[in-house]
């Protein structure tokens, strides 16, 4: 008790003389002295010279690069960002990159996790939601640009690709030679200058007012084509006559979807088509989505059956499911698929024992694309019984 009496009588008489010291300094001093200024806080994203960079952006799209920037040193983090909404999440391993083993430990984005998350922001709408190669081959394309036109043409927000047929890399335009990017496992979202040589694939402006598109008085689904000069047929053959061609990406009609003609373009294998609206017909391996197209009926046989040895649809399940250029968790990623899917099985192998979702299987499936899969991410039993063995 005496010794906080003792210390709260010091304290009162401290204050005192403060107090009469301040007001005998205050005497001296100039009426007229300048308040010191103190410094701004900076941003990640200022000090990295993150944001709307160059005029001509949508109101949207440059919500969407504030979005981005916002997120400027996070983790990049393999399957990030695709959660059931858009933002950031724990990753995996990527199976191939050392650096990757340690994406479950890192909550961030992906690539195209960075970009699902930014244009949410700025529309409240999911619209990106997938890979890259899915965003790449979006319907709410409102411009597109190809490689050989480079930067020209673009606007901060725009989306920039990379890839060889499969696009494997998205990252958002700022203007002045700059974009931001969820590069690879190991690193933070960052500021870049922007890459149009090697396998750069071009360029999308995002359809500003993320309206859906109204689905079509014929009955018939709408699907987004991808390619350029693409043709269509009056029966299900490439050597058929031709009906129509598409210069660029344009959306379709589908009314229903048949085993024919094998084709292999693109480095696609496929030998299902899709009967449109005007009654031609286009391969499936043009139209975005998986080989065999979700909810689309069989148009009833008209055409031969595929071919012995040909491939069959499965469906998958789970969420960051990837397939590999071998039957072992450890080779490299050939595609990744974010949520539920239909892949083409060609015939099954068994190979490397793979514990997963409390299963465990030896059984791996080959698809069209040359890419394996564990059997235990399709529906079905273990080993696929209508599928042949390798």
Known sequence: MCSLKTGTTRRLIGRALATAVAAALAAFLPTTAHAVTQPRATTAAQEA???????????????????ACAQIGVWYSWGGGHGATPGPTYGYYDGSDPDSMHDNERKGFDCSGLTRYA???ATGKDLLNGTANDQFHTSQAAARFSAGQGTGPLVPGDLMFWGSGHIHHVAMY???GQMVEAYESGTHIRVAPVRTGGDYAGAVRI???GTPTPPPADGGTVFETWGTSVRTHSSPSVRASVVDTFAGPTQVSVQCQEHAETVTAEGYTNDIWSKLADGSWLTNIYIKGPASLPGIPDCGGSSPAPPSGGSKPHQTWGTGVRTHSQPNVNASVVDY?????TVNVVCQAHAQEVTAEGYTNDAWSKLTDGSWMTNIYLKGPAWLTDVPTC
């Open 49 to 67: 010279g993150c944001g709307v960079l160059a005029p001509g952006a949508s109101a949207t799209a440059q919500a969407a690069v504030e979005a």
């Open 119 to 121: 244009y949410y922001r």
């Open 174 to 176: 700022l203007g002045a």
């Open 207 to 209: 359809n500003p007012s």
């Open 337 to 341: 698929f974010a949520q539920p899917t």
